[in-house]
């Protein structure tokens, strides 16, 4: 596997773990909405950056999250 490969797989990797806990800390009401809204920032980040390197799959799951972040 060369380097730049291995990098995304580890960058894919972390950005589902990442996602995987905000989507189940959006779920909870005992969380501070400055944490919230500092995860989505993040996720947002993270978007962009996976859609740079032509990994948009994830981008609807991560806008859902995202969304939840922020209950309106």
């Known amino acids: 596997m060369e380097r ?14 990442l996602h995987i806990v905000a ?4 779920e ?3 969380v501070q909405p400055e944490l919230k809204e500092r995860l989505a920032t993040h996720l ?10 032509g990994r948009s799959g994830v981008h609807a ?5 995202e969304e939840a972040l ?3």
């Open 70 to 72: 922020h209950p309106r």
């Open 4 to 17: 730049q490969d291995a990098v995304e797989r580890i960058a894919i990797h972390a950005a589902f773990g």
């Open 44 to 53: 947002m980040a993270i978007d962009s950056g996976l859609q740079a390197l």
């Open 28 to 30: 909870r009401s005992d």
């Open 61 to 65: 799951e991560f806008e859902t999250t």
């Open 23 to 26: 989507k189940w800390l959006s």
